[in-house]
């Protein structure tokens, strides 16, 4: 049954490979030196040929990426390498990598950042995973409209969400407090302590991106051929045999994409606690996103903030590829 | 699925990671160079914008029909960019050497001497313009602030906020205490008690777990005593003796119950609201913000001098000021400079702006209004702007912010934050403050 896919890239492979001996044939004609070949008129190149045309396809995009992506991250590299007045840096070789590796409020930031990481992702793509497996049962009424209402969530702008649960998770006059105290329950100081502020933030994160996870699991179990399942039911495997033989193995590519999104997203984690906590208390929800927008933006201090920039891209980098091998390899 | 499509979804998974992290680099990075002076322009005429927010751009909106009469050929346009939205704008208009800034600028002290040390080409030299023969027109302690490390003034005092204890009359009468007898923290201390006792209110509110990074209190504290974050050499004085001062008398009001938490939306104003709060430090602009407020306590507030942090020590102190500034881009440099001038050393334009929009002035021949003098009935009668006045005398020192302010003011609202929440000692987390203040900006302590 997995056969149709992999035929399909067979195919893609042929085509690949004759790709070199397409571009290979206006080389020998340019070249020159075949005394079979028709005479050409010298000079003339076509430009647009069966190999060049991708790449003049790709054009816009290349040049694109170029401008607006190649050139800031390069030119971000060189001003973490530097330091000084806003219109006068000069070269400090790597300094503000030294000074990063002795700043503690970085440490804490990368502390509560992979916290965060840690707890809400696991409890965030669970849940996710649960809502995709309600949403994709057949008996489940309405379904679009439940769909819908898991999505929404994740339209909402952070900003939205930020000033929406600032005012949710208020100690005394905030909503969540006032349905804990209809049980009973005295009022948490949600943004006040240490502890609490930390959960806050987990909470509006989960609440925000569970939507959009649930919606990407719900096209994977879509995708699942219902003849699995069926020839599982004929062979006598129960629900939960059947979720972890066959749901769980064929979601494992969407798996690994939500993990890896969601590893990213948090660890660029900045708008949520920025509303909600301005990243206290006692910096108890300083990311590192948020430590590196201050040192820019607040304290003009470019240089810095572009090691830290450079600091979190290559964490990002290692821990993807610790995913992707620790998720992918495994057959 | 076979290997090939695993491959091929893990390749293009790495892409998309290595890409959007460093994408963050992007929105990290601003261009290093500046152009300086470069593309600005000496234009006596033509149109000018003005960046300002909220009723400060309200206040300056209506200065604009009489200078366009006196000013024949130069249009103005004042635009309300919000705070705090105006200083990411001006900030990224600085790093990328002046591009896209309006001509004038309204800067608030806590920016101020950051943009002219990072960016000492960003803002026009007005001195050039003729702004030095204003020195001694403005509040004192203000000038220093606006005169960069070229010896150049770089901006105009406009706002001055003088700090002034208001406080609940009727409380405080109910209670039994003198007003007249307060004349330091430790009065207010001892006093703080009684007046919890009988009118179930605190003394004041504090944002304790630090979010919005408010330490106007404990900045207050130390002004109060003639001293900041940093000395006049720019040395780092975060763990010096008044600070630890300053800090005690906040762990000391905590530790008797006299502090309200007020984090949260508006959690301040509800608290004063249901009349939580006997007293509210606050400078000039809050004389008009409680009176329009809370109309309902109309006549059970007073306003006294803010009582020093040390016993027999000073009474005046300046929480903030904010300034007009001009663009070293800008093309109308004259006609920017002519607008300022025009706007903020006319008493008779400051005051209009002062009525309109509860900016109080800096400039000094301003207080001669009648206004100044005058009986506030939200206040029972009595003269409020004056109180304020006599607070900007002599002994509100300069206090210097340098380009590392905000940095420091991180710092202090975290030790602030660990002495309210944790209990912890003023003297041990000041010191740890300094400390990394001092591993960041590569100060020097003042021994």
Redesign the interface.
Known sequence: M?LA??ER?GAT?DAAADGPAARRVPKRRHSGTSPAGPARPSGRRRLLTRGSIPYVLIMPAVLGFAV??AY??A???W?SL?TG?????HFAGLDNYR?LL????FWTALRNTALILVVQVPLMLGLALLVALGLNHSKVWLRPLWRLGVFIPSLTGLVATGVMF??IL????GLLNWVLSLFGIDPVDW???SFW?RIGVVLVLTWHYTGYNAVMYLAGLQGIPKELYEAAMVDGAGPVRRFLSITLPQLR?IL??TV??ST?GT??LFDEPYV????????ATLTV?MY???N?????D?GY??A???A??LI??VL??LQ?RLM?ER? | MSQHAHSLSRRRILQLATASAAGLGLTACGSGGSGGGAGGADGDSGPITVWSWTTAAEALRGVVPSFERDNPGIKVDVQDLGNPAIWDKITVGLASGGKGLADVLHIGVDYLPGYMEKFPQGLADLSRLGADRHKDAFADGLWPTVVGKDRAVHALPWEVNPLGLFYRHDYFEKAGVDPASITSWDDLIAAGPKIRAATGARLLGLDKPGSSQDVDFFQNLLQLQGAFYFDAEGRITLASKPAVEALTVIKRLNDAGLVSDIAGEGTWKRLVGQGKLATAPDPAWAVEYLATKFPAQSGRWRVMQPPAAVPGGGRSAIVNSTYLAVSATSKRRKAAWRFIEYALTKPAEINRMFASGGVFPALKKAYDDPKFSAPHPFYGGQQVLRSFVTSLGPGAAATNFTGDYSRALKFAADAQTQVLLKGADPAAVLKAAADQLAQQTGRKQAA
């Open positions: 997995s896919p992999s890239l492979g607006f992506k800031p991250i030119a971000s590299f001003l530097t007045n806003g219109d006068s840096q000074r002795a700043d503690p409020l600032s005012v208020n100690r005394d006059a943004l006040g302590s502020a590519p690994l994409l890896v999104l990213i660890l660029q909600l906590t301005g990243g206290g208390p006692d910096n996103t590196l927008y201050d820019g933006f607040k304290y003009f470019f903030a572009s830290l920039a450079y979190l891209a990002v980098s993807g590829v992707v992918g057959r």
